[in-house]
């Protein structure tokens, strides 16, 4: 166990999860929190931003919230602002929040544009941009950005969602460029057609959540529950050499 616990162990570290207060962003959020880390948690809605906070410390999680729009650029000044006020300088970052407007490309307006642009991919880079820098002093870090299966195909209406998460894996790679050699790690992970808020209009669909769990190799969807471990990987001592990378958690989604 004490070997498991080097490799493993995110005690004294300090995590921000933006979009924790639901689907993946939680699911990764309690992971985290529960191998020994730290947690707080941004999201737009003071009420489910409550109550995930408060289920993270009935599992005797350390956990403080900071509500906020992260396509608010002042909204996203005062997360940083804030941050560290809780439990000290964040150590992990998870880029989870996310909006995913779905209609034809032809109708989708500049202002669908820069909403979606501003929360999938200006946020990440910007909080990066903030703590990047201060893990990189300390000479440790890791940075966890949520992408997308449209980051690597079109379908469903991929729009501009599919831009920003294509460009999001960039981001990763040239957060890794930057800062790996001071000790931070990026990196993405994609999840395949998870069952989250953030897909309801699409679970909405008759036969819709059937066919997509017909596309992987596990024969069903994923859940937020599935992301825990490759999310302790990530955020632990024990990545320190993964770096830069696109690593599917879908079930097989992206290879069936």
Not at 94 to 109: K, Q, S, Y
Not at 147 to 153: C, K, P, T
Not at 166 to 181: F, I, N, P, V, Y
Request: hydrophobic residues 45%; aromatic residues 6%; contains cysteine.
């Amino acid at each position: 166990m004490s070997y498991l616990s080097e490799l493993f162990s995110l005690t004294d570290r300090v995590a921000l999860v933006t979009g924790g207060s639901s689907g993946i962003g939680y699911g990764i959020a309690e992971a985290l929190g529960r191998a020994g880390a730290a947690v707080v948690l941004v999201a737009r809605r003071p009420g489910p931003l409550a109550e995930a906070t408060d289920r993270l410390r009935g599992h005797g999680v350390r956990a403080a919230a900071i509500s906020a729009d992260l396509g608010d650029r002042a909204a996203l000044t005062r997360v940083t602002a804030e941050a560290a006020g809780h439990f000290g300088e964040i150590d992990i970052l998870v880029n989870d929040a996310a909006n995913n407007i779905r209609r034809p490309m032809a109708e989708l307006t500049p202002a669908d544009y820069e909403q979606t642009i501003a929360v999938n991919l200006t946020a990440p880079y910007l909080l990066g941009q903030h703590f990047g820098p201060r893990m990189a002093d300390r000479g440790w870090g890791r940075i966890i950005n949520i992408g997308s299966q449209q980051a690597l195909r079109a379908f469903g209406d991929s729009g501009v969602y599919g831009v920003a998460k294509a460009a999001l894996c960039g981001l990763c790679r040239s957060q890794a460029e930057a800062w790996t050699r001071y000790g931070v790690t990026s990196n993405v992970l994609i999840p395949g057609f998870v069952l989250t808020p953030l897909t309801e209009a699409a679970q909405a669909i008759p036969g819709r959540i059937e066919a997509m769990a017909a596309r992987t190799m596990t024969g069903r969807n994923s859940l937020p529950a599935d992301f825990a471990g490759a999310a302790v990987l990530l955020a632990s001592p024990a990545s320190a050499a993964i770096t830069g990378q696109t690593i599917c958690v879908d079930g097989g989604f992206s290879v069936a």
